[in-house]
Structure formats: structure tokens, C-alpha cells
């Protein structure tokens, strides 16, 4: 599952033009290709060669794509729409609630545990610095849910 559609920001409009905003919305299909404007987070994750025929696209593991998801506004921006389908409310809940979504299935003791202290810790660290420090925890644990194997990659 891409992270914007985890987020709930996916643009599910069919046809139309395509665009050169690596911010917009839409499934990748939409991109249009432009050889001296390519979108850089594509090439970063193995968007397919456009200009010869390929039989099977290369799989790449490199650095930058977990600082994509670390550092990129766009990462953040769907770490806070995830966060936000989440019951805040419950934190416990929120956890629970944030495994089924991403991965389908609910976390291990382990993750459950390890989830709910880093949340607590996150809060604390947020606490007077303004905004919801709850929501601003849930957020951190979004966009670290973006970064695990489990998420990025298939099976």
C-alpha cells in the first residue's frame, strides 16, 4: 500500500492530464515525462526507464529512500493524514489500529509494547511545544511505520 493511500489523500480521479507535480495526489501513471524534469522521488524508487523497452525493472535498496521518509515534507504530510484515521483517543487502540491498516494483521506483544512506549516518549518530548503532542506522537510512529521492511516492502 502506497503511503498516501494509507493517508487517505489519495486522488482516485481516472483520466486526465497528466503533470510534472511530484506533490500532487494521483496514482504515478499521471506523471508526465518530461527528460530534463524527471520527479526525483520516482527515480529514487526505481521508476522504470522510459526511453527503451525493459524486460523486468530493477529492485534498488539505497539510503536515500529511507531518508525520503524520514526527512521528506511530503513523508510528513502522509504520516499526518495516517495519523489522523487513527483513534487518538485510545492510544492502545491507536497502535492496534495503525498495524491493521499498514500491514493487515495486528502487532506482535512486542511491537504493541514497543509502539506504546515510543509514543509516550514522543509525547513527553512534544509536550509545550505547542499543538497536540498526542497527535504529534501518533504522527512520529506513521512515518516510522512508513520506514519499516515490513511496509515498503511486499511479500
Not at 85 to 95: D, I, S, Y
Request: net charge positive; with cysteine.
Amino acid at each position: 500500500m502506497i503511503p498516501c493511500s494509507l493517508a487517505g489523500l489519495l486522488n482516485l480521479q481516472q483520466f486526465g492530464p497528466g503533470t510534472l507535480d511530484q506533490n500532487m495526489q494521483r496514482r504515478s501513471i499521471y506523471f508526465f515525462i518530461k527528460r530534463s524534469q524527471l520527479i526525483p522521488m520516482m527515480m529514487l524508487f526505481d521508476w522504470p526507464e522510459h526511453l527503451v523497452s525493459i524486460g523486468q525493472r530493477p529492485v534498488t535498496t539505497v539510503a536515500p529512500q529511507a531518508l525520503m521518509f524520514m526527512n521528506s515534507p511530503q513523508a510528513r504530510k502522509w504520516a499526518t493524514g495516517f495519523a489522523n484515521r487513527l483513534p487518538a483517543e485510545n492510544t492502545a487502540a491507536a497502535v492496534n489500529a495503525a498495524w491493521q491498516l499498514a500491514f493487515s494483521r495486528l502487532p506482535s506483544a512486542e511491537e504493541h509494547q514497543a509502539a506504546l512506549q515510543f509514543l509516550k516518549t514522543q509525547e513527553i518530548q512534544q509536550a509545550g511545544k505547542g499543538g497536540n503532542p498526542r497527535l504529534q506522537a501518533l504522527t512520529d510512529l506513521c512515518q516510522t511505520i512508513f520506514s519499516m521492511n515490513e511496509f515498503v516492502y511486499s511479500e
